[in-house]
């Protein structure tokens, strides 16, 4: 390495530290990296760009007290060093500390503005451009530079074009669909999607799936390379001219980005061309802003056509919404439950829960004596939804389980287990509220370790109360699980109005990461927030995250950028959720979702209109019971987790793409399969006030 040869010449060249510290990080080699920056910044302190280099490993290890310090200690050298003040804005995001927060967007928006005039890769990440109040032009033109860099890249490479097959003789009458991700393992991509290869009908279609990282030994890995038929490993294919030769000679009329610009991306292997038609699916929040991107698989309530200018690729609408979740497959001990007398004999539908996957062979043991009512017939003709409520005697010692922090009770010869003891570590606390929470015994022996991470459903039922969380009995419970970045001055400003309005209610978040609990807290309560009602929880496992959503009244969403992925979890909980859509892609799930559920009196269009929804949610215990009545009956008879209806409808989406590139048509929006209720609700909000869309 010539920078090792530089550093043998010149032992105290700190630009030779910090360049192969550069090449280190690259290489994925985090350590070596980390110590080349540190021995450039000893041998220089005054060295700006070390401190940047040394505060972006720190930002990418999910240390972000340590970003922020080296992040500030850059631009006092440096004060104009727009890399340093991007990244230590979005750090700061992170962990939502808003000191200076309009100042800090201003800058944004300033230092974007002039490096797209002067043609520079801008300082702000696609990824993160949705958070910043950047026009939909310099959002696209930002993802545009990104596309372009792979172009540059590829260049070197003086690839011909490749050859495409010009119909499918050569597959014998089959459409080859090749998925590429570097997700096929245990992250939210292959939660929401695993099934989706194993659904398609293959005698029509072949499936390739290209994983860009190794096998992690995940059950979610195993599933897709079982069920896809191919499943190639490119990450032993570092080389993407060689990674996109395979892809091409394996025939693949459609091949489909599931990262976009999210880490473990090769989009140079798209910028490639390896196939005739390529499309953005699922992974990505946004356009790619890419000229090798032909297609965006999307819905018309995600995207609508009014906004088609935010997108470098033509529309492509699902049938109902884009987007997908696999919670049936994962997670089906949740689609009943039965629930327990709090310790008042108080009857809820979710202060106290019982989940397991046979509801009847449960109660055969463990009777129950009286059933909960949680709605009349509906205007649809629905029957009452009645939950079976446990006996008193079984109540009182499930609640005393709870409350001593017992691993599980034996009621009747069943063992039902404490909902905290999935893939816990012993120690002595008997509550989730505690930030150093352990459960009190060796669980090792007994306990489902890949039924927490959700690759196995749970054998034993699981228990899960209010009091694990340190959430009151008699409250009504808003949550919301996202990211705190997802947070921003103008959304907690209506969940404190809301809290206000609704008496002896909270609002449960997620430390998520920790160390914005107290920039949050001080921030809530500095806008009015009432003490002793904004409660925190650490993070769970997933298997925890989806069940304990069940606790909540109502989640709130996050407007800015919308629980996409959780947005799903907590519908699947049972749990309503209350949207505000925006203008960008990543603020329009949760209202596409909600629709496709049948739900669209839960998506608010304007910010007003959000806080009056969750506040008559919070209010009128009648309304808030039946509208919980619907979710719960909905999630079952919607297409929002039928995955087989949902692949169907990709499907003749994807075929409908290869029909015309086979026709020799250019790439165009692909609208008609998309049910007629969508195209509407464009209407969009800017600075939290609601705007007619400007082209």
């Known amino acids: ?371 909960l009512v949680i709605s009349g017939e509906d205007n649809e003709g629905h029957p009452p939804i009645k939950v079976p409520v446990l006996d008193s005697s079984a109540s009182v010692a499930l609640n005393n389980m709870v409350s001593q922090g017992q691993l599980h009770v034996s009621i009747n010869g069943i063992s039902i287990v404490n909902g905290l003891a999935v893939n816990q570590k012993p120690g002595f606390s008997s509550s989730r509220n505690d930030p150093d929470y352990f459960m009190p015994w060796d669980a090792k022996n007994e306990i489902q370790p890949k039924a927490a991470t959700g690759e196995e459903v749970p054998t034993s039922p699981l228990i899960t109360t209010r009091s694990m969380y340190g959430l009151p009995d008699d409250a009504i419970v808003y949550c919301n699980f996202n990211q705190l970045y997802k947070i921003d001055p103008a959304t907690l400003q209506m969940w404190v109005s809301i809290i206000q309005r609704v008496p002896n209610s909270v609002l449960w978040l997620l430390r998520f990461p920790a160390t914005g609990e107290p920039h949050l807290a001080d921030a809530a309560a500095q806008l009015g927030m009432p003490a002793g009602r904004l409660i925190f929880s650490p993070v769970a496992s997933k298997e925890e995250h989806v069940r304990r959503g069940q606790l909540a009244d109502v989640c709130l969403d996050t407007p800015l950028c919308n629980g996409h992925t959780t947005g799903m979890d907590v519908l699947w909980a049972g749990t309503p959720m209350v949207t505000l859509p925006g203008e960008t892609l990543a603020s329009r799930v949760a209202a596409s979702q909600l629709e496709t559920l049948g739900c669209p009196e839960l998506v608010a269009h304007s910010k007003q209109e959000y806080e009056d929804v969750a506040v008559r949610l919070g209010n009128d215990s009648s309304y808030l019971r039946n509208v919980r009545a619907k979710v719960w009956r909905k999630r079952i008879d919607s297409p929002l987790f039928n995955v087989k209806t949902y692949t169907n409808n990709l499907e003749r989406l994807l075929w409908e793409m290869w029909r015309r590139h086979e026709r020799g048509e250019g790439c165009d929006h692909i609208t008609h399969l998309a049910r007629k209720q969508q195209h509407h609700n464009a209407q969009i909000i800017t600075n939290g006030y609601p705007e007619t869309t400007k082209n």
């Open 1 to 371: 390495m010539h920078y090792k040869e530089a550093i043998r010449i010149a032992p105290t060249f700190a630009d030779a530290y910090s360049n192969m510290g550069n090449t280190l990080k690259e290489m994925q080699d985090i350590q070596g990296a980390l110590q080349c920056y540190q021995r450039a910044i000893q041998i220089n302190p005054a060295f700006a760009d070390a401190h940047s280099n040394l505060a972006s490993i720190h930002k990418d290890s999910g240390n972000i007290p340590e970003a922020i310090t080296s992040y500030r200690t850059a631009l006092k050298l440096k004060p104009d060093f727009p890399d340093a003040y991007c990244n230590l804005a979005h750090c700061l995001q992170i962990v939502c500390d808003w000191t200076d927060y309009e100042m800090r967007m201003k800058r944004l928006v300033a230092i974007v503005a002039d490096q797209l005039e002067k043609n520079r890769l801008p300082s702000v990440h696609p990824h993160h451009s949705m958070l910043y109040p950047l026009s939909h032009a310099f959002r696209k033109a930002i993802a545009g530079r990104h596309g372009n860099l792979c172009l540059e890249k590829i260049n070197v490479l003086h690839k011909p074009q490749y050859p495409y097959p010009k119909d499918l003789s050569a597959s014998n009458g089959k459409l080859r669909i090749g998925y590429v991700s570097s997700d096929f393992g245990n992250h939210p991509t292959s939660h929401l999607m695993q099934s989706v290869p194993g659904k398609h009908n293959l005698d029509q279609v072949e499936i390739f799936c290209y994983a860009l990282s190794p096998d992690d030994r995940t059950t979610f890995r195993s599933k897709v390379a079982r069920e896809a038929v191919h499943l190639i490993d490119l990450s032993e294919l570092p080389c993407n001219g060689k990674a996109a030769d395979k892809i091409n000679s394996d025939g693949i009329h459609i091949l489909v980005n599931m990262n976009g610009y999210t880490k473990g991306a090769r989009n140079e292997i798209f910028a490639l061309r390896p196939a005739p038609v390529q499309a953005m699916w699922l992974g990505y929040p946004g356009t790619s802003g890419a000229p090798f991107m032909d297609y965006i698989v999307t819905d018309g309530t995600t995207s609508p056509v009014e906004l088609a200018n935010q997108y470098s690729e033509k529309l492509a609408f699902m049938r109902d919404t884009f987007f997908i979740g696999d919670h049936w497959n994962m997670f089906p001990h949740l689609s009943e439950k039965i629930i327990l007398e709090n310790k008042d004999g108080v009857k809820k539908d979710n202060i106290a829960v019982i989940n397991t996957v046979n509801v009847n062979s449960f109660l055969e043991k463990i009777p129950a004596v009286d059933q």
